[in-house]
């Protein structure tokens, strides 16, 4: 009787492990249209509703504990604010300056200079789930395709990029974040030259992504430097386009130590979007729209 | 309703409430950069309290509505939860953790067995991104804080499964030895009777 018992046991055990490494090779393996991936979104779309609903009830709940967790963080960052605050504001009078000139000579090269987000047509989402591991950097939002969103469309939050939707229902979608361990994006620092490379996380810190590949720095020219924004480059190759529309704000450069680029030719960029704290976030469902059209005079 | 549909009924809603709430609120809330994951827990809880079996198959479908909700690779969650609940309940049947401070040893190992088990299948299923160092600090600090929790998790899941439960392993702790055999010292009075009073002086 107890033989038997541990050998049902024992069976059980494998058959659950082994059913386990089947749905792990049969999901990695398979294409995004493979019936397992089907599956996976028909339960997404299911429980949808019931997500939402936990999501609208337990706002409170994440609202108290945000407020005491971020209290404390604010206590802490209030010596690095104020320095940064002087630097801002010694910059925002050059770039005010700067602003002035582009409209002058944009009047005169007849340049439509409204890159605005709204020509990328953006849809507000509400953030119904983050993803708790520290593997899937991925959030889901309330609105799907019925709202024109699509795989591969670049969502912002908070100002700045914050990811790409990934999978796609009807009614809700899910948003990898640029902290993912899957995503990359070109990216250019904002300094003189312009420099561009390619922004990766760096997995296990979802406050620092490094900006690797960048031109190698000749001695005697600065490369990037610390506070500069980062911004995404928007390449246009051919028939490939970047994902991400030209400009739009990822981070600062937060570490640009003279060896890391010479050696590696990549500086640090911690993202401008708190990403652990997302709750409303916008789909550019158009991210290829053409915003600045010149003309010659 | 017999006593294995009543277990069963009340293991699936509580996988169901324990993932809704961990990805809706939970999850959200970071205390040193790192939340919380209750999941580990409550299929640690459920081993502890139902057994090996019961563990396993707990940590296999919990596994799988996380891998299926959150759109993850199916598989690796529900691999590690199994283990995790096979685990635990070997723990109940071999050892029989009566010391109330075994949920918190059990829920240490168990949130290790998740977070390292994780990183290991994922590096293995090839990860493009550089892999800061910063990630065994985040490991670490997620399992102190899943330690601290773990207590107040196990005792929800039991009063979640009171009456539904084999059999209470606290409930053992505190039972009387009936079978005989175990020193006869213990519970001298009971055995011999009261000493007489001139016995005394």
Same mark, same amino acid.
């Given at each position: 009787?107890?033989?038997?018992?541990?050998?049902?046991?024992?069976?059980?055990?494998?058959?659950?492990?082994?059913?386990?490494?089947?749905?792990?090779?049969?999901?990695?393996?398979?294409?995004?249209?493979?019936?397992?991936?089907?599956?996976?979104?028909?339960?997404?779309?299911?429980?949808?509703?019931?997500?939402?609903?936990?999501?609208?009830?337990?706002?409170?709940?994440?609202?108290?504990?945000?407020?005491?967790?971020?209290?404390?963080?604010?206590?802490?960052?209030?010596?690095?604010?104020?320095?940064?605050?002087?630097?801002?504001?010694?910059?925002?009078?050059?770039?005010?300056?700067?602003?002035?000139?582009?409209?002058?000579?944009?009047?005169?090269?007849?340049?439509?200079?409204?890159?605005?987000?709204?020509?990328?047509?953006?849809?507000?989402?509400?953030?119904?789930?983050?993803?708790?591991?520290?593997?899937?950097?991925?959030?889901?939002?309330?609105?799907?395709?019925?709202?024109?969103?699509?795989?591969?469309?670049?969502?912002?939050?908070?100002?700045?990029?914050?990811?790409?939707?990934?999978?796609?229902?009807?009614?809700?979608?899910?948003?990898?974040?640029?902290?993912?361990?899957?995503?990359?994006?070109?990216?250019?620092?904002?300094?003189?030259?312009?420099?561009?490379?390619?922004?990766?996380?760096?997995?296990?810190?979802?406050?620092?992504?490094?900006?690797?590949?960048?031109?190698?720095?000749?001695?005697?020219?600065?490369?990037?430097?610390?506070?500069?924004?980062?911004?995404?480059?928007?390449?246009?190759?051919?028939?490939?386009?970047?994902?991400?529309?030209?400009?739009?704000?990822?981070?600062?450069?937060?570490?640009?130590?003279?060896?890391?680029?010479?050696?590696?030719?990549?500086?640090?960029?911690?993202?401008?979007?708190?990403?652990?704290?997302?709750?409303?976030?916008?789909?550019?469902?158009?991210?290829?729209?053409?915003?600045?059209?010149?003309?010659?005079? | 309703?017999?006593?294995?549909?009543?277990?069963?009924?009340?293991?699936?809603?509580?996988?169901?409430?324990?993932?809704?709430?961990?990805?809706?609120?939970?999850?959200?809330?970071?205390?040193?950069?790192?939340?919380?994951?209750?999941?580990?827990?409550?299929?640690?809880?459920?081993?502890?309290?139902?057994?090996?079996?019961?563990?396993?198959?707990?940590?296999? +479908?919990?596994?799988?509505? &996380?891998?299926? =909700? $959150? #759109? @993850?690779?199916?598989?690796? *969650?529900? /691999?590690?939860?199994? !283990? %995790?609940?096979?685990?635990?309940?070997?723990?109940?049947?071999?050892?029989?953790?009566?010391?109330?401070?075994?949920?918190?040893?059990?829920?240490?190992?168990?949130?290790?067995?998740?977070?390292?088990?994780?990183?290991?299948?994922?590096?293995?299923? +090839?990860?493009?991104?550089? &892999?800061?160092? =910063? $990630? #065994? @600090?985040?490991?670490?600090? *997620?399992? /102190?804080?899943?330690? !601290? %929790?773990?207590?107040?998790?196990?005792?929800?899941?039991?009063?979640?499964?009171?009456?539904?439960?084999?059999?209470?392993?606290?409930?053992?702790?505190?039972?009387?030895?009936?079978?005989?055999?175990?020193?006869?010292?213990?519970?001298?009075?009971?055995?011999?009777?009261?000493?007489?009073?001139?016995? $005394?002086?």
């Amino acid at each position: 009787m107890h033989d038997k018992r541990v050998r049902r046991r024992r069976v059980a055990l494998v058959a659950l492990v082994a059913a386990s490494l089947i749905l792990l090779t049969a999901y990695f393996g398979g294409p995004p249209s493979s019936p397992l991936h089907t599956i996976q979104r028909g339960i997404v779309q299911i429980f949808s509703p019931i997500q939402q609903g936990a999501s609208t009830v337990l706002s409170p709940v994440r609202d108290i504990a945000g407020w005491f967790s971020d209290t404390f963080h604010a206590r802490s960052q209030v010596t690095q604010l104020r320095k940064k605050v002087e630097r801002l504001t010694s910059e925002l009078a050059q770039a005010q300056e700067a602003q002035l000139l582009n409209r002058q000579l944009s009047r005169e090269v007849h340049l439509d200079a409204t890159d605005n987000i709204s020509h990328y047509k953006p849809v507000t989402a509400d953030v119904i789930w983050h993803d708790p591991t520290l593997w899937y950097q991925t959030i889901e939002i309330d609105k799907g395709s019925d709202d024109g969103v699509q795989v591969d469309q670049p969502v912002i939050g908070d100002g700045a990029l914050v990811g790409k939707v990934s999978t796609v229902d009807p009614t809700v979608s899910v948003v990898q974040l640029i902290t993912d361990h899957s995503v990359n994006v070109a990216a250019q620092v904002q300094d003189k030259k312009g420099d561009t490379g390619l922004l990766v996380p760096a997995v296990g810190n979802p406050n620092e992504m490094l900006l690797q590949d960048l031109p190698r720095i000749v001695p005697g020219q600065p490369g990037p430097q610390l506070g500069q924004l980062v911004v995404t480059a928007g390449y246009k190759s051919g028939p490939l386009n970047s994902l991400y529309p030209r400009g739009i704000p990822i981070g600062q450069v937060s570490n640009a130590s003279a060896n890391n680029l010479i050696n590696n030719n990549q500086v640090q960029v911690s993202p401008a979007a708190d990403l652990r704290h997302l709750s409303v976030v916008q789909v550019l469902t158009s991210p290829h729209a053409p915003a600045i059209r010149a003309q010659v005079p | 309703m017999s006593l294995r549909t009543n277990l069963i009924l009340r293991l699936v809603l509580l996988a169901l409430v324990a993932v809704v709430i961990q990805d809706a609120a939970i999850s959200q809330i970071t205390l040193f950069g790192v939340s919380a994951d209750v999941m580990p827990l409550v299929v640690m809880s459920v081993g502890l309290l139902c057994g090996s079996m019961t563990g396993a198959v707990m940590g296999f +479908g919990a596994g799988l509505l &996380v891998d299926l =909700l $959150l #759109v @993850q690779t199916l598989g690796i *969650t529900s /691999l590690l939860y199994l !283990l %995790i609940g096979y685990w635990s309940g070997r723990v109940r049947e071999l050892r029989d953790p009566s010391h109330g401070l075994v949920p918190v040893a059990a829920g240490a190992a168990a949130t290790a067995v998740a977070q390292v088990g994780m990183a290991m299948l994922q590096f293995l299923l +090839g990860v493009n991104a550089p &892999v800061s160092g =910063l $990630l #065994v @600090q985040q490991i670490f600090v *997620t399992i /102190l804080i899943n330690t !601290l %929790i773990s207590l107040p998790v196990y005792a929800i899941v039991r009063r979640t499964l009171r009456g539904a439960v084999p059999e209470d392993p606290r409930r053992r702790r505190g039972r009387r030895y009936t079978t005989g055999g175990l020193s006869p010292l213990h519970q001298s009075g009971e055995r011999f009777g009261p000493l007489p009073r001139s016995d $005394l002086k």
